[in-house]
């Protein structure tokens, strides 16, 4: 029984020979030069760039050179040198018989007159063929294929295949689907599948594109694991990173560099990369972590946590609790939830939430990606690489933006000079790593120490009489003001203590090396019974932060916005000289979005980001969209930020969440202790 569907209107067929020939007959009108035939047998190079182009008719010299070679990705990238992480996986394609109620319908010129349908439940997509139908598969087990033996052009003619993407079909991994086929269209009953076969192309582990100029060899360029789908808007916005220095569409989620080592292992793309292919139709929850390879990263607590009953989600590789089971006697009230936001949802991330705010609690916050940068000309970089102004004594810690050229927010810092040439700088992800050493200079060292190091979050009311009486430093607010680091031990563990929080309570951020990991989290919970101290999750954490407007790049801002948008130009510094990005910035016009605060007006009402917003009514097109909610368990509503236009507090706008508009109103920053007094005492 069919219940409904939803129709695209401007949905479309493009057939990919003529489309490519009409492509490149406008670029050769402008210029360019087409060989086909040419096999790439290899790469010239020199002093770390590409310099050529060496095939099995000549070699071309070329300063840039983009590897579009689909699931020939990474054979192009071993003669590179560079690392392409995509697994090519066969996909079923079959055509029927012609169908009578198909005959003269269609103009054999643009093959189809009805949509694309597509039955995600069986992982099956059909179109027309002009009398025929065409049929593809998800459905059946992954087939991967190694890229090192995939046959040459000419060699897969000569074995009456049309392109070496062309696989032979396999009919005991069609005959599932097209009983489904069958089943679904009636008129399918009475024909058969008149040819088919298995076509090639490329998974990436999250399954995204792989885009960007490559860091082991310049001038060596990703455009990998395209599908037909968006191959004109990465063909754009690679050409303006090669132009223009940067895209005009934030793609941190194609960035080439976004894989970290471990996740870059042959098994692991393998594993991952299959999984890709049996959820390509598949509705995800936000939350929903891998099922394998797990565990792959895990911290040096993770013991302890699992002795209190962490229910781990995870993000980067690492297993991250979401919260802990231990603290189920704490709940004191639950939420009603519809079915899609109880997902990996627990009223036990309230308890832990309330804790926080009113005791104290653990968070362990490896994850977090860290950098230790170096070098007489350590600070020299660094400000001239971000906003803010870290030209401070030792001991300092300063929140700051990485920008592009076009004055958008690569990615925010948190940076602790913690001695003349030594900096900590905590970063999001492995691309701001590759950004900040491809402009370092020769005195300046980058080194990723996350891996060989761990954190402990410790914050509420109670944080310091937790930490002060394993310590001889004075840990007071006087001694140890907000925003200030410091090396000392607690115990027998050496640590670097950074007073920040990102829940709004009192405490620290507590760094040792990984060796010394779990010694530093006995001594803490040893040391906190008296306290009440309880392990609290991500889910608690995401709902403190969102109550005192913390923002998370990659949900809350990216390249696409800036600092005056998103609501951080305290950071930004514009008395203190030079910076990448300043140029731009300081031509911005007044700002026509900015990152809003919202809270829903019905206690019971939950979103979960990424929703449309409504701002003229329940009716009409969408104004924004949201980027991060969650229940506030402080406030004891949801908590959502949203790109919106600029509105005063008090506005009634709409989310819409499962078709319906749900009444929420404007609020004003930040709805949780707006003085800092929790923070500042």
């Known amino acids: 029984m069919i219940l409904g569907g939803f129709h695209t209107p401007d949905d479309g067929l493009a057939r990919a020979v003529l489309a490519a020939r009409a492509q490149t007959h406008r670029a050769e009108e402008r210029g360019a030069r087409f060989l086909d035939r040419h096999t790439v047998t290899g790469l010239e190079r020199a002093d770390g760039r590409v310099t050529g182009v060496v095939t099995d008719r000549g070699t071309f010299p070329a300063t840039h050179v983009v590897s579009a070679a ?61 009398d025929r139908i065409g049929i593809g598969s998800y459905a059946h087990r992954p087939l991967p294929v190694d890229p090192f033996t995939v046959l040459a052009y000419d060699e897969a003619r000569a074995r009456a295949r049309d392109m070496p993407s062309s696989l032979p079909f396999t009919e005991a991994d069609w005959a ?57 808007g990465v063909a754009k916005a690679v050409a303006e990173g090669m132009v223009d220095g940067h895209p005009q569409t934030d793609l941190h989620e194609c960035d080439v560099h976004r894989f970290e080592d471990a996740r870059r292992s042959p098994s692991y793309v393998h594993d991952r990369g299959a999984r890709q292919f049996i959820e390509v139709y598949d509705v995800i929850h936000p939350l929903q ?61 309230a308890a832990e939430a309330r804790v926080t705010r009113e005791r104290v609690a653990l968070y362990d916050m490896t994850p977090l990606r860290r950098l230790e940068v170096t070098g007489p000309g350590a600070l020299a970089f660094l400000q001239r690489m971000t906003t803010n102004n870290l030209a401070k004594k030792p001991g300092a810690v300063t929140y700051t933006l990485l920008l592009d050229e076009k004055a958008g927010i690569r990615s925010d810092l948190t940076v602790a000079r913690l001695a003349p040439d030594h900096f900590q700088v905590g970063v999001n992800s492995p691309a701001d790593t590759a950004w900040l050493q491809r402009h370092a200079p020769a005195d300046v060292h980058i080194r990723d120490i996350t ?12 944080a310091r009489a937790l930490v002060q009486p394993l310590t001889r430093d004075d840990f007071s607010h006087e001694g140890f003001g907000y925003f200030r680091a410091r090396r000392t031990y607690l115990e027998h563990v050496p640590v670097t203590a950074l007073r920040l929080s990102c829940v709004g309570e009192l405490g620290w951020e507590l760094y040792t090396t990984a060796d010394l990991g779990l010694r530093l989290w006995d001594t803490l919970w040893r040391a906190g019974q008296e306290h009440g101290v309880i392990a609290a999750g991500r889910s608690a954490f995401n709902s403190l932060r969102l109550e005192k407007g913390y923002r998370a790049w990659g949900h809350d801002m990216t390249e696409e916005h800036t600092s005056y948008e998103a609501g951080l130009d305290f950071a930004v510094r514009l008395d203190r000289g030079d910076f990448l990005g300043r140029s ?47 229940y506030g368990c402080t406030l004891g509503r949801c908590v959502a930020y949203a790109w919106l236009p600029p509105l005063p507090t008090g506005t009634g706008v709409h ?14 920053e930040p709805l949780f202790d707006p003085k800092m007094t929790r923070i500042r005492r």
């Open 176 to 232: 599932p689907s097209w009983e489904d086929c069958r089943a679904l269209m009636p008129a399918l009953r009475d024909t058969e599948i008149e040819e088919g076969f298995n076509g090639v192309f490329s998974f990436t582990p999250d399954g995204m594109p792989v885009l960007g100029e490559s860091s082991a060899l310049r001038g060596v360029w990703l455009a990998e694991a395209v599908w037909v789908t968006h191959s004109a």
């Open 451 to 462: 891996s060989g190091t761990c954190c402990i979050g410790v914050w509420g009311p109670l």
């Open 289 to 349: 972590p891998l099922e394998q390879p797990r565990p792959l990263r895990v911290s040096p607590f993770h013991a302890r946590q699992q002795e209190l009953g962490a229910h781990f989600l995870e993000g980067g590789g690492w297993e991250r609790p979401h919260r802990y089971e231990a603290n189920a006697s704490l709940v004191t009230e639950t939420q009603a939830r519809d079915p899609w936001s109880a997902r990996h949802w627990s009223p036990v991330a």
């Open 655 to 668: 989310i819409e969440h499962f078709g319906e508009k749900v009444p929420t109103t404007v609020a004003e």
């Open 70 to 130: 689909g699931f020939w990705g990474p054979v192009i990238g071993r003669m590179a040198g560079v690392d392409v992480p995509l697994l090519p996986l066969a996909h079923q394609y079959a055509r029927t018989k012609p169908l009578p109620g198909l005959g003269g319908v269609n103009d054999p010129r643009t093959e189809a007159s009805r949509p694309i349908l597509r039955f995600q439940d069986r992982d099956l997509y059909f179109r027309e063929h002009t």
């Open 584 to 630: 731009a910035l300081e031509q911005l016009p007044p700002p026509r979005r900015r990152l809003t605060a919202l809270l829903l007006d019905d206690p019971a009402a939950v979103v979960l980001g990424k929703e449309p917003v409504y701002v003229h009514g329940a009716t009409g097109t969408a104004q924004g969209y949201v980027t991060s909610a969650a």
